[in-house]
C-alpha cells in the first residue's frame, strides 16, 4: 500500500494515537539554572533566581497519578506546583536545584516501592 492510497479523498492524513495504560513513569528530568526565556515561554513565574532554580519534569501512567506525585512534591521539599494534568499525566515542578531533586526522587521512590510502578531514571541538564 502506498501513501496515496491511505490519503482520503480531500488529502488529509489521519493519524490515531493510542495510550495504552501501564503503571510507569516515563519521564523525569531536572534542568537546572534554566535559561529564563523557558520560563518565559511555559508561562513560568519569571520572578526567579535563575542561577539556583531548576525545573523538575514527569510523565507518568495512568495520568490521575499526578495528582499523587504533586502532593509528594510539596510534602518533601519547597517548591511550587507549577502545572499538574490529570489527563495527559504530566507534572511540572520548579524550585531550587536541591529541591526539585527531592521531590522527584521522592516521587520515584515511592512510585516503584509503594504503587509498584516502573521508572526511568532521573535525568539532568
Known sequence: ?????????????????????????TLAHVIASPDPILYTKLGLNPEIDFGRSA????????????????DLATK???VDLSFVDR?????????????VETSLRAIMDYAERTLKFTVCEITKT
Open 55 to 70: 525545573i523538575g519534569i514527569l510523565t507518568m501512567s495512568p495520568a490521575e497519578t499526578a495528582i499523587i506525585a504533586a
Open 1 to 25: 500500500m502506498e501513501l496515496k492510497d491511505i490519503l482520503s479523498t480531500d488529502d488529509k492524513l489521519r493519524i490515531i494515537q493510542e495510550l495504552v495504560p501501564g503503571k510507569q513513569i
Open 87 to 99: 489527563f495527559s499525566g504530566t507534572l511540572i515542578i520548579t524550585g531550587m536545584v536541591a529541591d
Open 76 to 78: 518533601t521539599s519547597n
